[in-house]
């Protein structure tokens, strides 16, 4: 059967665009197929006061400098959906929108892409649908019955949805207490964390984060000691807002509560604190049911993977969710690295078992 594209690459947020930007330099016939119906991601989706960790220069996509932003050190969400859709405009990147990807299953020497609009068959599929899409809640007693809001990060936007109100944040990572800074002043807040807030220096960003993360995977790839990388030097970046609130007095972390009640949560002391709404900051985990077809899921539902390579199954391989599919994939700067990689190899085994898609040549 021959294919309808070489490499059907899922997901066009920051890690599909790697991908076919450098599929596009090795002459990869592909197919980005995305189920948003405008550019940015996940980027699109985030609060309002968003900002990267790092300046523009370092949070570039492989091939084009992200521009400064105008009286920002550090750009905002809204700069980095600009900067994508600029990106996948200016490399004709063949994207298609608003399809949703079903599932992956093998068919024969191909892998069938099931999808809302039409089944595509493909030589190898590249799976970028990153993490947004799958907020983790923790199973928390009492969670169920309480009668105020409840939020996860991905669904908060802006401080003045709650003037006024008594809102516990969860979370002491950098969502937690971005948001936590974010509300510090016009709320009652109560921010939460399991364990004591460990901010990280105040000149650390995003640069010694990616310079860290990258150590490490060397380290480890070479036999040498774990250093520790990015969880080594603390879990908050002191980004400018979370670093006005916590000198301000403003972001003091309690300990993590034992229940949650129907008018706000409990400690295992007996303490209580009423609430209005609870914001849940506590994290992601990759979105790949996608791809539970294929039966690779592993540990703490990921797949296993030799580089960016499904480790047992070559036909696929896996973006941008986070270390294990490249040190620091999970950022702008940091995928085009494992993006490079993954797409030398695709190159290499298509070139192994050639059989032209229909209409091949790169797009």
């Avoid at 799958?134 to 709650?162: A, I, K």
């Avoid at 960016?308 to 036909?315: N, S």
Wanted: proline letters at 6%.
């Amino acid at each position: 059967m021959t294919p309808d594209a070489d490499v059907v690459v899922i997901g066009g947020g920051q890690s599909g665009l790697a991908a076919g930007y450098h599929l596009r330099r090795l002459g990869v016939d592909f197919v980005i197929l995305d189920g948003q119906t405008t550019p940015g991601g996940a980027w699109r989706h985030t609060w309002d006061s968003l900002h990267l960790f790092s300046p523009a220069a370092y949070s570039s996509l492989p091939g084009r400098l992200m521009p400064p932003q105008p009286g920002e050190t550090y750009p905002d969400a809204a700069h980095v959906v600009s900067y994508l859709t600029d990106y996948e405009e200016s490399y004709e990147l063949p994207i298609q929108r608003h399809v949703r990807v079903k599932g992956v299953h093998r068919h024969g020497s191909l892998l069938r892409v099931s999808t809302d609009a039409r089944t595509w068959h493909a030589r190898v599929v590249v799976s970028a649908t990153g993490t947004w899409w799958r907020p983790f809640l923790p199973t928390v007693p009492g969670r169920d019955h309480f009668t105020g809001v409840q939020l996860h990060t991905m669904e908060y936007r802006r401080p003045q949805d709650f003037a006024g109100q008594r809102v516990v944040v969860v979370g002491g990572g950098n969502s937690g207490a971005q948001i936590a800074a974010d509300l510090a002043y016009d709320t009652d807040l109560t921010w939460v964390t399991r364990r004591e807030a460990r901010f990280l220096a105040d000149e650390i960003d995003g640069r010694a984060l990616f310079d860290a993360a990258t150590a490490r995977r060397r380290a480890l790839d070479e036999g040498r000691a774990d250093t520790g990388g990015v969880a080594s030097l603390g879990d908050i970046v002191a980004v400018p807002p979370v670093r006005e609130a916590r000198d301000a007095g403003l972001l003091k972390a309690s300990p993590m509560f034992s229940r949650v009640t129907a008018t706000g949560v409990e400690w295992a002391d007996g303490t209580r604190a009423d609430a209005d709404a609870i914001i849940w900051c506590t994290g992601f985990r990759p979105a790949l049911s996608h791809l539970a077809p294929l039966g690779l899921r592993g540990l703490r539902g990921h797949i296993p993977t030799t580089g960016t390579r499904a480790t047992d199954e070559p036909r696929l391989h896996l973006l941008g969710y986070g270390d294990w599919t490249g040190p620091a994939s999970a950022t702008l700067i940091g995928v085009g690295s494992p993006a490079r990689s993954a797409a030398q190899e695709i190159s290499a085994l298509l070139k192994e078992t050639h059989c032209p898609a229909k209409g091949s040549g790169a797009r």
